[in-house]
């Protein structure tokens, strides 16, 4: 059974040394062009939250330079290496994404890459309702969820560090979710992309505006 992302947070403490050198090898990696496209819609020293930000490369790296920013993830050995690409005065949390708190209206955007599909399907609207609650009128959510239906995947070693889950729903699911959690879908694009070890994978990424 599918349990929340800071279950598997050992499987990411133990890959946390050779995280980046295998996520780079991602082809295409289109993490830094889609975490660029807050730059749209916040105003430098706004608030950008990064769910599941792992060791802050690319996104922590890329955006706390001109705003306030703050990573979130369950994995200490992630969140560690974190601080070492972060601007310095970047906050960092050792949180789960479904228990962690801001203020409603505070954010001017949220970026979550990779992450929310760690998590049950079934906790998926609740959170977009969540991040929604969490960004200021016209803030934006960016990040990218299944393009298919996948209710359970399991790998028992995953990459030679531990256990792994995803789940996920199909796209026109994944729209009609933002949708309801007071989303205008500005962009969406399934993109397959190849892991090193050949692995093929197609997330649905996607900008949506938070409705003024």
Not at 33 to 50: F, L, P
Not at 78 to 88: P, Y
Request: charged residues 20%; negative net charge; aromatic residues 10%.
């Amino acid at each position: 059974m599918l349990v929340a992302a800071s279950e598997f947070s050992t499987t990411y403490d133990a890959l946390a040394s050779r995280f980046d050198e295998w996520s780079a090898q991602v082809e295409p990696d289109v993490r830094a062009v889609w975490g660029s496209k807050v730059d749209g819609y916040v105003q430098a020293g706004e608030r950008v939250v990064e769910l599941g930000c792992g060791t802050g490369v690319p996104v922590g790296r890329l955006v706390s330079g001109r705003y306030t920013y703050t990573g979130v993830d369950a994995s200490p050995g992630m969140l560690a290496k974190a601080r070492k690409a972060v601007a310095g005065d970047a906050t960092l949390l050792h949180d789960d994404m479904h228990s962690v708190l801001f203020a409603p209206d505070s954010l001017g955007a949220v970026v979550a890459f990779y992450s929310i599909s760690h998590t049950p399907r079934d906790q998926h609207a609740s959170l977009l309702q969540r991040i929604a609650a969490w960004l200021r009128p016209g803030g934006v959510f960016v990040g990218n969820l299944h393009s298919r239906d996948d209710p359970d995947d399991f790998d028992a070693n995953w990459l030679g560090a531990g256990p792994m889950r995803w789940s996920g729903f199909d796209g026109a699911t994944n729209r009609r979710l933002l949708i309801e959690a007071g989303f205008v879908v500005i962009e969406c694009e399934p993109i397959t992309q190849i892991e090193p070890e050949g692995t093929k994978i197609c997330p649905m990424w996607f900008l949506a505006q938070l409705q003024p």
